[in-house]
């Protein structure tokens, strides 16, 4: 008899870990998945102006949509373009301003309007487009003071061309 109760008892026991430790699995599994979403998503900051900005998942990285951020420094932008995001990434080696434009202008003409511009503006044009005629994408390095741009200007799809300025601080 009392072989019997100690097996019962190894049963009950055994029976209660199994349960304390589903309970446990699932606690772990919950605080895993909310874990993930918070680092996942990114956090938004109303601003002044009405608008979205939001901190991505990388915290180095302040991204404003439909507007330009306000540090952005001083560049040209063709005529009609709609501002889809910029940013401000502060830690190296990206450490600088990204802004993205979209036109529905040709890559070609895009491109040719900016070099134009830029010389007029006392840019130096450090290394133009390969091709002037290329339609898919174009990219050009120019300088200004102590400025070094790159401007790449990439045909989206066939109504919008994409025109993103990355200037490294």
């Known amino acids: 008899m009392e072989s019997t109760n100690i097996t019962n008892k190894n049963k009950k026991i055994t029976k209660n870990q199994i349960i304390i430790f589903a309970i446990i699995a699932v606690v772990i599994i919950f605080a895993l998945v909310s874990f993930n979403k918070k680092?996942?998503?990114?956090?938004?900051?109303?601003?002044?102006?009405n608008k979205q900005s939001s901190v991505t998942g990388d915290p180095n990285k302040v991204e404003v949509k439909n507007q330009?951020?306000?540090?952005?420094?001083s560049f040209p932008v063709y005529p009609g373009a709609?501002?889809?995001?910029?940013?401000?990434?502060?830690?190296?080696?990206?450490?600088?301003?990204e802004a993205v434009w979209e036109t529905d202008a040709s890559v070609p003409l895009t491109m040719s309007w900016y070099l134009t511009e830029l010389k007029k503006g006392g840019w130096n044009v450090?290394?133009?487009?390969?091709?002037?005629?290329?339609?898919?994408?174009q990219i050009a390095q120019v300088s200004k003071d102590k400025l070094s741009v790159t401007?790449?200007?990439?045909?989206k799809n066939s109504d919008t061309t994409e025109i993103i300025v990355n200037i490294p601080e």
Request: glycine share 8%.
């Open 68 to 73: 330009l951020i306000s540090t952005f420094p």
């Open 82 to 97: 709609k501002i889809i995001s910029s940013a401000k990434v502060g830690q190296s080696p990206t450490r600088g301003f």
């Open 151 to 155: 401007l790449d200007i990439d045909q």
């Open 126 to 137: 450090v290394a133009p487009p390969g091709d002037a005629k290329t339609v898919g994408e």
């Open 39 to 49: 680092q996942n998503a990114a956090k938004s900051i109303p601003n002044n102006n």
